[in-house]
């Protein structure tokens, strides 16, 4: 029998795409009948339990042999610096095995052993982690094979939040679940990550968290500590030379304690002809679905319009058993036919008179343009502005066949959002998210009284209201640096509420580059919307460009200009360069109002809504991912990796930003030089997931990986690469 003396973590089989948990690094199995084994990962479930400052983790994997020959090798996990290995088990009938921890630099070795010799790059994310390695008896075909780890965690402190960090590594995988189970749940806020969208229970007093590990990459969480009504957390990035980012976390109880801001609702619905079917069965189940959200503090009012409005009586409805009841039959009783008559919707709608102590907010579902009354939608939109006052409203768009305009402008104007519903989409699921949402008012009037730095470019620019169950995340940049509070100033029932934040705000920190990212998508969003509601100038067009070349956002702006990599020395002219422009031409004219109707209108409000209020990478992904979709074969070349945008050019996967001004340094794939490099500049490993052949651009170099590059490099040329690439 051969035993694996060499073997690393986050690789396993080279045909296998495994998640970035453990696997078994097979070197020499015994072969039976000539057939080689196949060891593959059946399952991967990660249990982790909160216990004070600190995290127990157990890990069950099980592995089974596929294939016909005898598998032996070393079972692999990377670990985080700061976790504390505690035990490894794998069981031989009553002969329990076990691990053994190595620490980061002979971890480190060992990934770039198995990434030279396999030529595959997955492993360099994980540089930095530590290892535990434990010989694995052999598999027999067709055996299944358990293994546990475990190991402890201290948990960090930020603001008013624990921050727990699992490193889940970039090979994606078929299943897999990452479970919290967090005790007293009455201590923490609504948790938040800005890494993985996040599954959230409470029962029992217990609070359960579970992320689907099938998208790999990096769990960052924040578990906000209660403190007061709202827990706050401030976190920062900040390049050298440049303003800094922030990232602030309001974060309320996920249940309402005491009194909450009473509401006065106003559910405004399409019944025009075009909404018959299915569409006005889903609108009135989001109906009856809104109505079971109301309080007993609460009020509302009911109006349906087509040609004309119907409501479903004169002012305010109070909540009790009896008017819903007469509401819930009121809904029943509707039925679609006329037209679309949205100007006296509109004025039904904000006609009512509301109490300072109260939340006034506006729901209004269509699935159409105005055909009856006023019909041009920026004087409608211009009507309403004059008479929304303190609503909130949020527009609901059914179908490609409404006017995006009209609904993002009265959304701006009311500080809500616009939520668009495609064709294949459900109203009642869309509508009832939203309502539950924003069930429970915590503070309202949000605004930043006091900080240390100055903000700008915030996003949500101006702060929305703050709801029981939903943390708020903003966005922003920071001006100058300092330490000190950061107050943020909140109205509930007329009475004013203030929470503060310590917090740092340095000229240069290179942690939570996530911030940068999630900033830039948001910008994006706000200022595309801007252009379709204001008409385009040219500031804000080279505000969208920048932001899209930049930190490797899609726009429908953005014209990406790429120089072959292989003929720079020869000072190559534009007419010789390679132009890729999604949007075919220049930059598209603002269309008028009146045509901001149709599918291609309803896709770019759509996106450019999603991307203004993404809180994770993933929700970010997802995003890109559907932009990318709706260019169609003028982007079919285009990758995204690390918050860059690459397009092939004669064999290199070539970072867009790159031109023929800037230096390129050419390194061997594998070489000493690749990976002194990548110590150096971490933030490269995601793009060489693309390949042997990439070119990353940085502030004022390029680094070309390719056949024919340095083999190796002197300290002193890696240091003077580290800064030119950040521009330090």
Known sequence: MHRLTLASLALALASQPLAGQGWIEIERPTVISGANPSVVRVSSEIEVALEGRATRVAVTERFRNDGGGLAEGSYLYPLPGE????????????????GEMLNADQARGIYEEIVRRKRDPALLTMAGH??????????????????VLRYTQLLERSGDALRIRYSLGARGGSSGTWRLAVPDAARFGVPYSPTHSLTTNRRDGTLEISIDTRDGGDIDLFLPLRRGLVGTTIETHAEPGEDGYAMLLLSPAADAEGPVVARDLTFVVDVSGSMSGQ?????????????????????????????????FRDGWAPTTVETRQDADRFIDALDADGGTNIAAALDAALGATVAESRLPIIFFLTDGVPSVGEQQPDR????????????????????????????????????GAAEYVPPEGSVEVAVG??????????????????????????????????????????????????????????????RRERFTAEAVFPTSASANDFIPRLWASRRVGDLTRQIRLEGANQGLIDQVRELGLRYGILTEYTSYLVQEPDQLANNMGVEDSRRLDIRGGRAPATPAPAAQSGAAAFDLARQSGQMSKVATLAEEDRAAADKLESYGAGAKDLRRAGGHVFTEVSGVWTDVN???????????????????????????????????????????????????????????????????????
């Open 279 to 311: 569409k006005l069965q889903q609108a009135k189940s989001a109906l009856h679905q809104a109505l079971g959200t109301l309080r007993p503090e609460d009020r509302f009012r009911l109006i349906a319009f087509s040609s004309g409005i119907r409501q």
């Open 658 to 728: 790159h031109r023929d001004s800037l230096r390129v340094v050419s390194v061997a794939p594998y070489s000493k030089a690749y990976f002194a490099v990548i110590r150096a500049l971490p933030e490269l490993a995601p793009g060489l997931s693309l390949g042997e052949q990439v070119l990353v651009t940085g502030r004022r170099v390029s680094i070309k990986f390719s056949v024919g590059g340095r083999d190796t490099l002197r300290e002193s040329e890696i240091r003077e690469l580290t800064r030119a690439f950040r521009g330090a």
């Open 130 to 147: 530590g290892l535990v390695r434990a010989q694995v008896f052999p598999i027999q075909p067709g055996e299944t094979r358990k293994v």
């Open 433 to 494: 998210a939203l309502v539950r949402k924003l069930s429970r008012p915590a503070l309202v009037n949000l605004r930043i009284v006091q900080s240390p730095v100055r903000f700008r470019d915030l996003s949500p620019a101006q702060l929305p209201d703050l709801f029981f169950g939903e943390e708020l995340v903003i966005f922003g940049r920071y001006q100058g640096e300092g330490r000190g509070a950061v107050v943020i100033e909140g109205e509930r029932n007329g």
């Open 83 to 98: 976790a504390v290995f505690q035990n490894f088990s794998l069981w031989m009938g009553d002969q329990e095995l076990k």
């Open 380 to 415: 409608l939109a211009s009507q309403a502005a004059a008479h929304i006052g303190r609503a909130r409203v949020f527009t609901v768009g059914v179908g490609h066949d409404v006017n995006t305009y009209l609904l993002d402008r009265l959304a701006a104007e009311g500080r």
